[in-house]
């Protein structure tokens, strides 16, 4: 029962690199999320997507895009990376129409991400 | 301001001790009120949800407040393995419900 996946778990980048961070989830989820968490932040929303197709920003989009490729696949793609954007990175997922637990998120592992 | 407040501790409290955590929102619009509970490295993961009439689960109880716009989270007889920290989230009306998550509020529990 894998959940929620996001890849790479860790990942050093250079001023100015750009890379791809991957996540999926295998519960046929409509929504999706990716967040970051900093100290004394807590976690705040890059971008999300309610369903396939769809992406909207949410508190801190600026230097991100995202890609949502099909229902389960969401990415978050860094296209210059800045040391603003060392952080830990929070996929997540919602199932906005089962009423039981559409109010649950569930996130992935995190993906540890410092940029030098 | 931001969004969601805590008081982001630590709360330092022996096992068997009663601790409380508070955790105040600014939108009088929200309109669904989460606990969540984050290891240390770790992804956060339901604790409960907060309901308007309050609601407990075993040696956890949540509160509501409307009018003063907090939620509370009440934790009797704690655990060495309640030490974590723990995350209250929001959710706004319509649609997907994004989730605001306030900054966390860090339990350590000693013996």
């Known amino acids: 029962n894998a959940g929620v996946t996001q890849t790479p778990k860790f990942q050093v980048l250079k001023t100015g690199q750009s890379m791809t961070l991957q996540c999926a989830q295998d519960?046929?989820?409509?929504?999706m999320y990716w967040y970051r968490q900093d100290p004394g932040m807590g976690l705040r929303l890059i971008y999300y997507?309610?369903?396939?197709?769809?992406?909207d920003k949410g508190e801190v989009p600026n230097g991100y895009n995202v890609s949502r490729l099909n229902k389960r696949e969401f990415s978050l793609r860094l296209e210059s990376a800045a040391p603003s954007q060392t952080s830990v990175y929070f996929c997540?997922?919602?199932?906005?129409?089962?009423?039981?637990?559409?109010?649950?998120?569930?996130f992935g592992e995190g993906s540890w991400l410092t940029v030098v | 301001r931001k969004e969601v407040e805590q008081d982001p501790g630590p709360f330092n409290v022996p096992e068997g001790a009663t601790v409380a955590f508070n955790c105040t929102y600014s939108?009088?619009?929200?309109?669904?009120f989460f606990w969540y509970r984050q290891d240390c490295r770790k992804e956060p993961k339901l604790l409960m949800s907060?309901?308007?009439s309050g609601n407990e689960d075993g040696r956890f109880t949540a509160q509501l407040n409307r009018a003063s716009q907090y939620i509370s989270l009440l934790i009797r007889d704690s655990k060495l393995s309640d030490s974590a920290t723990y995350l209250c989230?929001?959710?706004?009306?319509?649609?997907?419900?994004?989730?605001?998550f306030g900054a966390g509020t860090r339990l350590a529990v000693h013996p």
């Open positions: 989230a929001v959710s706004r009306s319509g649609g997907y419900n994004k989730l605001i």
């Open positions: 997507s309610a369903s396939e197709g769809t992406t």
């Open positions: 907060v309901y308007s």
């Open positions: 519960m046929n989820h409509n929504s």
């Open positions: 939108n009088s619009a929200s309109q669904s």
């Open positions: 997540a997922s919602r199932d906005r129409n089962n009423p039981l637990s559409g109010n649950t998120i569930y």
